[in-house]
């Protein structure tokens, strides 16, 4: 979305990252000006899927440069609205998907009846309104939330890592020899 909308020439965020630039803008935007209908609706799983919801960001920029009369590649002039109303419908598709994965978890009794935990990592982590809705979602729902620091949510391997070096401490799963280790290439 933030390449679609030409972030990179944006004056406030020449030099972010698309999320980063995404979550900037959308501080100041009006996520009520544009309405986005949320992906999958029609399916009952913990299952995510974006793609659907950029296909009608697509459309919905490409209408709005219509109505401005300017080219693939100007800022439009509701471009926080946009980034607003595509975080909020992205922040609200992450907590439905992820809710029917609690709930899914607790009837199946899949996690501790006390101290349930939700575990974010990677790129999404780093935002800041998403990690508050993940955190009303956990709250509402007696679950601690746990995130990485922002600084390192860049970055899967970071996140990999990460994990490796907390489930080692913790003497968990860890293996100290790779002999008998069976894996298939694909």
């Given at each position: ?114 101290n349930a935990t ?27 939330l746990l995130c990485p620091p922002p ?36």
């Open positions: 979305v933030a390449r679609r909308l030409s972030l990179r020439k944006h004056p406030e965020c020449h030099s972010m990252a698309g999320g980063k630039a995404i979550e900037h803008l959308a501080q100041t935007g009006n996520q009520e000006l544009l309405t986005f209908r949320l992906p999958m609706q029609q399916y009952r799983s913990c299952d995510f899927s974006f793609s659907g919801l950029q296909n009608l960001v697509n459309n919905a920029i490409v209408q709005k440069e219509k109505e401005e009369g300017i080219q693939e590649g100007e800022i439009l002039s509701c471009v926080k609205d946009v980034a607003a109303a595509v975080q909020h419908a992205v922040a609200v598709h992450i907590i439905q998907r992820t809710y029917r994965a609690m709930l899914f978890c607790i009837k199946n009794s899949i996690l501790p009846s006390k939700l575990v974010v990592s990677g790129g999404v982590a780093s935002n800041q309104y998403i990690r508050k809705v993940l955190q009303n979602l956990a709250d509402a729902n007696d679950f601690a600084k390192l949510c860049t970055d899967n391997g970071v996140m990999i890592a990460w994990n490796g070096i907390e489930r080692l401490r913790a003497g968990l799963g860890v293996l100290h020899s790779t002999a008998g280790v069976r894996y298939e290439p694909r």
